[in-house]
C-alpha cells in the first residue's frame, strides 16, 4: 500500500484565522515533505522531516509552522495567511532521504485565503 | 545548474495515436528520474522510477525509458482516461530534494 492521506480536503479561511493541515502514511516512511502547488505549475518544496527532525526549510514565512509529531504523522499549521497563500498543499513520504528513494504523493489540500 | 525540461508544453492525441512526451535533464550524477502522473486539483500519481540509462519500464499502456540525457514517456494507443498532466523529477542538491519539469498536458479525445 502506498497511500498518503491529508485532511482536510478543501479549506477556506481568512486572513486572521488558525488552522492545520494533517498528513498521515503507514509505509514505514521515515522522511516526509509538504510542498506547496500553484494552478499550471509543478510542486515546490516547503518542508521536509527526517526521523521526525526538520531537514528542510525552503525559507518559507514563519506563518507556515511544520510539525512531525511522531513517524506518521506530519502537520502544518497555518496563520495569519494571505490570499497569495490560497494553493494546493501537498504532503509527501519516502522511505528515506537516498536520492533514488520514490517519493509517495497525498491527495491534497486545496487551500483558498479570503 | 541543475535544470528540468519537459516537452511539448501541451499535447493533444487522438484515441489510438501513440506519442511519447521528452523529458531532458542537466544534473551532475543521476541518482533516479521520476515520472508521475497528476490529475487536475488532485495530489502527483507516481508512475516509474529509472536509475540507469537504458533501463525500461512498462505499465498498461505506458513506457518510460532513460538515456544520459532525456527521457522518454512512451504511450501506445492512448485512451481518453489518459488524459493528464505528466510530470518529471530528478533528485538535486541535498536531502533528496526533487527538481521538476514544468509538466506536461496531454489530452485524449475520443
Known amino acids: 500500500d502506498t497511500e498518503v492521506t491529508q485532511t482536510p480536503k478543501h479549506l477556506v479561511m481568512g486572513m486572521t484565522n488558525k488552522k492545520s493541515l494533517k498528513c498521515e502514511q503507514h509505509m514505514g516512511h521515515r522522511a516526509m515533505y509538504w510542498y506547496k502547488q500553484k494552478a499550471k505549475k509543478p510542486p515546490e518544496l516547503m518542508f521536509v522531516y527526517s526521523y521526525e527532525k526538520l531537514s528542510i526549510n525552503e525559507s518559507v514565512p514563519s506563518r507556515f509552522s511544520p510539525e512531525c509529531p511522531n513517524s506518521s504523522l506530519l502537520n502544518l499549521h497555518l496563520h495569519a495567511l494571505q490570499p497569495e497563500d490560497s494553493a494546493l498543499y501537498l504532503c509527501?513520504?519516502?522511505?528515506?532521504?537516498?536520492?533514488?528513494?520514490?517519493?509517495?504523493f497525498g491527495p491534497g489540500t486545496r487551500l483558498t485565503v479570503l | 545548474e541543475d535544470q528540468v525540461t519537459q516537452s511539448p508544453e501541451a499535447l493533444r492525441l487522438q484515441e489510438g495515436e501513440s506519442s511519447s512526451l521528452n523529458c531532458s535533464y542537466t544534473v551532475s550524477g543521476l541518482r533516479g528520474l521520476f515520472w508521475y502522473r497528476q490529475d487536475p486539483g488532485k495530489g502527483p500519481e507516481f508512475l516509474f522510477t529509472l536509475y540507469s540509462a537504458g533501463e525500461e519500464k512498462e505499465k498498461e499502456r505506458l513506457k518510460a525509458t532513460l538515456t544520459k540525457k532525456e527521457s522518454f514517456l512512451h504511450i501506445t494507443a492512448p485512451k481518453p482516461e489518459d488524459s493528464a498532466t505528466y510530470l518529471c523529477?530528478?533528485?538535486?542538491?541535498?536531502?533528496?530534494?526533487?527538481?521538476f519539469g514544468k509538466g506536461i498536458t496531454l489530452s485524449v479525445r475520443p
Open positions: 523529477a530528478v533528485p538535486t542538491g541535498a536531502n533528496s530534494k526533487l527538481t
Open positions: 509527501a513520504s519516502s522511505l528515506g532521504l537516498q536520492h533514488g528513494d520514490t517519493q509517495y
